[in-house]
């Protein structure tokens, strides 16, 4: 393999250096023609490579200038003209070659046997990394791999609170990013999940106002077909089949009589939906005139009103269990609420309930005025 003055990642005055001592070695093979100076080239690229792999990124020059030392001047590569020269050196360097990739080889099961044997401090904080990244790639496994990885993260954390350790940036790295991606949507849930009270407001006004105004058009426009049927029970709505056209379409089969009596029940059925129709609008409109808007907006006041009061109420029931609670709160969701202690909980409870107070008294008028 070729390496690049980037791949090495040299600084510039490294990288002019490598350079200037790549071209005079190509100089002195010049004269050589059974030598390949391309062959010299890349194993010497190479074996700077493994020299320089634990230095510091970029690589300064006195670090590649005592590579280069220990390879020697450029000439000598020229001054023997017998090719088994070159054929010894290109041997020493795939020796030493060789070395560089057995002690690379060690290192890494040094590394390894580390993480398996070693403290537990890292080695968990490694192994969860590691199970969440397999979860993260494979995507299949996900879930169970973050599942895997919080408890490993918890484990590395519990244990290093133990023995005193302080996880110092590296280790939390490693473990905090499972244990923040199941605390954050438990979190969010726990704080919002009150919002779902919203809904059924919403429903109910946008209904009322919706007959309300197909009552209106329906007396202004008799004869108009209104969506009612939702007010009606089941078997008025079956009854109410017959129809004007149903009549005509059994009349050449149905005595007089017989079209006579369903022509009235037609009638009574018509009317007892009326009545209801009315009694039903009725309760909206004053459901409607209970609400401070107009109608176009009172869907959006009314979701806005019992969500803030449903999230005021549940946000005071957690402030107090908090306030009674700290460490739980703490322990559940870490490390998003490692700084909560019992007074946030306090002012929490005590400014939800000053907050419920004038909530509860725009209650009692909205009651009042529906009854």
């Known amino acids: 393999m070729t390496f690049t003055p980037t791949d090495l990642?040299?600084?510039?005055p490294a990288a002019a250096r490598l350079e200037e001592y790549l071209g005079q070695v190509r100089a002195a093979l010049a004269g050589s023609p059974d030598v390949s100076a391309g062959d010299i080239e890349s194993d010497l690229r190479e074996h700077v490579a493994n020299e320089l792999s634990a230095a510091p990124r970029p690589v300064p020059l006195a670090a590649l200038s005592a590579v280069l030392e220990q390879l020697g001047p450029p000439a000598q590569w020229g001054a023997a003209p017998d090719p088994a020269a070159f054929r010894g050196v290109r041997h020493l360097l795939r020796e030493h070659l060789r070395g560089a990739r057995t002690a690379a080889a060690a290192g890494a099961r040094r590394v390894r046997?580390?993480?398996?044997?070693g403290p537990e401090d890292w080695r968990l904080a490694y192994l969860s990394?590691?199970?969440l990244a397999v979860g993260l790639v494979t995507m299949v496994v996900f879930p169970l791999a973050l599942l895997v990885s919080y408890v490993l993260s918890r484990a590395g954390v519990a244990h290093a609170r133990e023995r005193g350790i302080d996880l110092g940036a590296g280790r939390k790295w490693l473990l905090y990013p499972p244990v923040?991606?199941?605390s954050a949507p438990l979190l969010l849930a726990t704080v919002t999940w009150p919002l779902v009270a919203c809904i059924p407001p919403e429903v109910e006004v946008s209904q009322a106002a919706s007959r309300v105004r197909s009552f209106e058009y329906a007396e202004s426009h008799p004869g108009?077909?209104?969506p009612f049927q939702p007010v009606l029970t089941l078997d008025a709505q079956q009854k109410l089949l017959v129809n004007p056209r149903t009549l005509q379409a059994l009349q050449p089969?149905?005595?007089p009589e017989a079209q006579k009596?369903?022509?009235d029940q037609q009638a009574e059925h018509a009317r007892k939906m009326k009545e209801r129709m009315a009694a039903q609008v009725e309760k909206d409109r004053a459901l409607l005139a209970a609400i401070p808007v107009g109608p176009r907006w009172a869907p959006l006041v009314a979701s806005a009103f019992v969500g803030f009061g449903a999230v005021a109420l549940w946000w005071m029931i957690l402030g107090a269990v908090g306030a009674r609670f700290p460490d739980a709160v703490r322990a559940t969701f870490f490390p998003l609420c490692n700084r909560f202690e019992a007074h946030h909980g306090t002012w929490l409870a005590v400014m939800c309930f000053v907050l419920l107070l004038p909530w509860l008294a725009a209650v009692r008028e909205f009651v009042a005025a529906l009854v």
């Open 253 to 255: 089969v149905l005595t």
């Open 180 to 182: 923040v991606l199941v």
């Open 261 to 263: 009596e369903l022509m």
């Open 224 to 226: 108009a077909s209104t």
């Open 113 to 117: 046997l580390t993480l398996w044997n």
């Open 9 to 12: 990642e040299l600084s510039p």
């Open 129 to 131: 990394f590691g199970v």
